[in-house]
């Protein structure tokens, strides 16, 4: 899924007239560089078209054959941007209004964050027909983002106007309808305008399964088996200018509904931060790791119960654990599970830590160069837009089916919504503490090491809850795509040859190293900032 960047584009500095013309001026360079290095540089093995080739591909193609298959794509991706934002908005609200709900409803936000979108395509295909499967692909990939940025609108309100209302009489609806949903407006938009470009990557996703007739997912599945690379690129380039033009529409539509908002920080990821508590330690990691995999169960068979689906897919959790104790085959399973899961984990963890380190160091580098950010961030944001799904194929022709590409597929997912995160977190250290420093006569880099990195490490932690997920997801799909070993490969394997209960133990396995991964997480998180607050 798209990475959660967990602040919106209105807060970078970058969205003046002077930042256009350096964003322009950045995206020109880019380019330039790109096509020269092709020209000059490239190893001539045909892997990385450059923007000429890409263009003239595209113009080769018509505007046809890319509109076809997009419509189709934009079509599933916007009800399942209906479809999941509706749901989350309910639930948001029954969290608010209903308070002994909240940690259960965000409980269930994060469980299906944590779900790898790689992971349980197949198991969309099994359960649902025709367009189905892409809807709710896309449904799930928004759902946490406007779940967590609705709830945490819905916080972040007046007293006093809450106060106002009680006084003349008002209840519990009044003050949701009246006061807090209208509070929540900025918050809102600010989630909405990520699940946007998340709908398409989970249509794609969908469609890249299989079980589609058209489509720029069976597009660009059919451009690399067929090695038509700048095709495969062209694809590419148009999933991203369809993300890139649902988050422009969504920003638009938030800066003319809700043009106050420019005044607010709108952090959804406070609402994780609040919701987290700050004690409990490991007893509360430990107790939240398992109401997450305890609702998983409860999910998983209310899913397979409410929909009727039969026993020869549908395995629930008895069948799964019957998989894993089984006299005969138990042992072979548990230890071929085992196998695969140490290379997910390896896969994942390299590609996070990979991530996270350069987009730390590249906020760094942004926040002491002004001019560097101002011409690339625009275009990082453009990166950050391409879907996974998409990407992974390039990155896997251009480093080939190996490790490098495996680490690359996970940093690239980890790297944008962190290094997005960093640098507003630096940029919105309090003024007072750098005027401080300034005053005894502290260099910038001193600034940045004692001021600024410190107060960013909330944003660091909230980026690395997020990439976690993504990163297990980028491990996935380098399995299935690269290597050949691991969960990913094992999932897409498993449902070829009707191994249902292998598909099922392994979807099971996958999403419970993610929530405890994400828990693990934050943890961390709460030790850290502990330490830092003593």
Not at 70 to 81: D, I, K, P
Not at 174 to 180: E, I, P
């Amino acid at each position: 899924m798209t990475a959660l960047a967990l602040r919106p584009l209105d807060r970078l500095r970058a969205v003046n007239g002077s930042g256009f013309l350096h964003g322009a001026a950045g995206l020109v360079v880019v380019l330039l560089l790109w096509q020269l290095a092709v020209a000059f540089i490239s190893s001539g093995n045909g892997t990385i078209p450059s923007p000429l080739q890409i263009a003239r591909q595209m113009q080769a193609d018509g505007f046809r054959f890319y509109a076809d298959a997009a419509s189709y794509t934009v079509s599933a991706a916007f009800r399942g941007w209906l479809w999941g934002n509706g749901l989350a908005i309910t639930l948001a609200l029954v969290a608010v209004a209903i308070p002994f709900l909240e940690r259960p409803i965000l409980q269930l936000g994060i469980v299906s964050y944590c779900l790898p979108i790689v992971a349980i395509g197949p198991l969309m295909m099994i359960l649902f027909s025709g367009d189905t499967p892409k809807v709710v692909l896309a449904g799930l990939s928004v759902f946490f983002t406007t779940l967590i940025g609705t709830v945490t609108g819905l916080r972040h309100v007046d007293r006093t106007m809450l106060d106002l209302v009680h006084g003349f009489g008002g209840g519990t609806r009044h003050k949701l309808f009246k006061v807090r949903l209208i509070s929540a407006l900025p918050h809102l938009f600010a989630a909405l305008r990520i699940a946007a470009p998340a709908a398409i990557l989970g249509a794609i996703v969908g469609e890249y399964m299989g079980g589609t007739e058209t489509g720029l997912g069976l597009m660009l599945v059919n451009s690399q088996q067929a090695m038509e690379i700048p095709r495969t690129w062209a694809i590419a380039v148009v999933a991203s200018v369809l993300a890139a033009i649902a988050y422009a529409a969504t920003s638009l539509a938030a800066r003319l509904l809700t043009p106050w908002a420019r005044e607010i920080s709108t952090d959804i990821g406070s609402g994780l931060h609040a919701n987290s508590g700050g004690a409990g330690g490991w007893a509360m990691a430990i107790a939240s790791a398992l109401g997450s995999l305890g609702l998983v169960l409860v999910v998983w068979w209310a899913i397979l119960r409410g929909f009727s689906v039969p026993p020869f897919f549908g395995k629930g959790p008895l069948e799964v654990w019957n998989y894993l104790v089984d006299p005969l085959m138990g042992a072979q399973n548990r230890i071929q599970l085992m196998r695969e899961a140490v290379v997910t984990i390896r896969d994942s963890a390299a590609g996070l830590v990979v991530g996270t380190v350069a987009a730390v160091l590249v906020a760094v580098a942004f926040n002491l160069w002004g001019g560097v950010e101002r011409a690339f961030m625009g275009v990082a944001i453009a990166l950050r837009s391409i879907p996974l799904v998409a990407m992974a194929p390039l990155v896997t022709l251009v480093f080939g089916r190996n490790m490098l590409a495996v680490v690359m597929i996970g940093a690239i997912v980890t790297f944008f919504p962190t290094l997005v995160n960093m640098t507003l977190a630096l940029a919105q250290t309090p003024a007072r503490s750098r005027d401080l420093m300034r005053v005894f006569g502290a260099s910038r880099l001193r600034t940045l090491m004692t001021v600024q990195i410190p107060s960013a490490l909330p944003a660091l932690f909230t980026s690395l809850r997020t990439a976690a997920p993504l990163a297990i997801t980028g491990a996935l799909l380098a399995a299935w795509l690269a290597t050949g070993k691991g969960l990913g490969y094992a999932i897409v394997t498993t449902a070829a040859v009707s191994d249902y209960e292998g598909l099922w133990a392994r979807v099971a396995l996958t999403t419970a190293f993610s929530i405890l991964l994400y828990a693990l997480i934050g943890l961390v998180e709460r030790l850290v900032l502990k330490a830092y607050a003593n």
